[in-house]
């Protein structure tokens, strides 16, 4: 299938912004429109580096509003949804849950039903024509034991947070709107992206903020949590390899083959920023280290089965955590403007005084 005008929600955030930094290079012909609400997470700064072109437009709206989202899918005669916008971050859904459940849950659900009026009401499209692409997490299916075998698309769902089990629920819709209406729908359910423009709330940016200010390097925990790390432009690559070859109703795994347990992440960056700053006042970036109590219900492992992916569709990621992390630290050293913005922003530094002022330690 090729899709030529394509509604990306969410494009404002980290893997959005790189899906169409992505999209406008290697797919000449793709017009995007790009949907964000711009909350905390999101921001144009994350897009500043796309050239004016007519290939891309940017309208600020909210997923719930689904008169709007309507309208859009019916005024750009849009061919593809790529679902990106979400509440993401698993510490924000313990302290606030009701965000998560309505963008997640409500707002995939205003979207699914915009693209049933628009495609299969309105027939505006033929079904072969269009398709709804949902982002989902490996984080749907819980906690893997120690030497358990990796999640595969059939691993039944046990998501543990509320921001798992809102985005659970709206794994479920989308196979729902297929099931009983036939709307041709894909799903990737990937793990931990990392790369540029990622909001420093998780766990490596945030790490090479606090670093390059000296400020302490806070471990959950033991630190012995496992998370698949997966480069975010093979993450973009995989998205459209679905849309382009996937099976329709289907899922796919996606993941970066890269399971080493948290503090080994840690370690390597403080070991990069070491390398990268020689005259930092902070070196050895090591002693920032911090460990702080853990956060509540902490899934401990997760890895992905990607056989699937690489079987059906010939994908596989290109970077290893070593040359992944390598990039991306230097990206926010070589990006301070970006740095600067984000830490210019209110909600940023409330957010890290609410998670982790009171946090004691370990
Ligand atoms: P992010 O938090 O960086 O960005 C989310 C974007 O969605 C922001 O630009 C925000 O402004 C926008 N948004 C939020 N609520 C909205 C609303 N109601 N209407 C319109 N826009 C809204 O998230 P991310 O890390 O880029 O994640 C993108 C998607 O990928 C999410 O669905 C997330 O669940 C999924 N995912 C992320 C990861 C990861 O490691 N980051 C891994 C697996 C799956
Ligand atoms: O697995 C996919 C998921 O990965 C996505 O669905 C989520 O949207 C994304 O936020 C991410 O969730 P995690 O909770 O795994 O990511 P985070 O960066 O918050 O944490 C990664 C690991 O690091 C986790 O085990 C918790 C730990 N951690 C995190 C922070 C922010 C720390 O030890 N200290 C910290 O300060």
Redesign the pocket.
């Known amino acids: 299938m090729n899709f030529s005008r394509v509604l990306v929600t969410g494009g404002a955030g980290f893997i959005g912004s790189n899906f169409i930094y992505y999209t406008l290079k290697h797919f000449t012909d793709v017009f995007i429109l790009n949907l964000d609400l711009l909350t905390y997470a999101g921001s144009l700064e994350n897009l500043k580096d796309i050239p004016a072109e007519a290939r891309y437009q940017f309208v600020q709206a909210d997923i719930c509003d689904q008169q709007t989202v309507t309208e859009l899918i019916r005024a750009y005669n849009i061919d593809a949804v790529v679902h990106f916008a ?1 509440e ?4 924000r859904s313990i302290l606030g849950p009701a965000a998560f459940m309505n963008t997640n849950i409500l707002g995939t659900f205003s979207l699914l039903e915009a693209a049933r009026a628009v495609w299969l009401a309105e027939k505006k499209l033929k079904p072969e024509q269009v398709r709804f692409h949902h982002i ?4 749907v299916f819980g906690s893997l034991e120690p030497g358990a075998p990796a999640f595969s698309e059939t691993t039944p769902y046990s998501p543990n ?1 509320p ?2 089990a809102s ?1 659970a629920s709206s794994d479920h819709l989308v196979r729902a709107y297929h099931h009983t209406y036939n709307l041709p729908v894909t799903l990737t359910n ?4 990392y790369g540029p423009y990622q909001f420093p ?4 940016p ?2 090479v903020l606090n670093a390059l200010e000296g400020k302490a390097l ?4 033991d ?1 012995m ?1 496992v ?2 790390w997966l480069y975010v432009e093979d993450h973009c690559e995989a998205i459209w390899k679905v849309l382009q070859e996937g099976k329709v109703g289907e899922s796919y795994n996606v993941g970066g083959n890269n399971q080493p347990p ?1 503090i080994e ?2 370690d390597a960056i403080c070991a990069l920023m070491d390398e990268f700053l020689p005259d930092s006042e902070f070196r050895p970036h090591q002693k920032l280290k911090k460990f ?1 109590t853990d ?1 509540p219900g ?2 401990r492992r ?1 890895a992905m089965n990607t056989s699937k992916i690489e079987r059906e569709l010939g994908w596989k990621p290109r970077h290893d955590v070593e040359k992944g992390l390598r990039k991306t630290v230097q990206w926010y050293l070589e990006n301070k403007a970006w740095i600067n913005s984000i830490r210019a922003q209110k909600q940023y530094e409330e957010w890290m005084v609410k ?2 002022t009171k946090r004691g330690e370990k």
Do not use: F, W
């Open positions: 979400a993401s971050h698993v510490d989902s997490t490996d984080e947070s921001y798992a985005k990937c793990s931990n992206n709330e998780k766990l490596i945030l790490m806070p471990i959950y925990g630190g949590q998370r698949d948290n992440i840690v702080v956060r902490h899934d997760y998670n982790y």
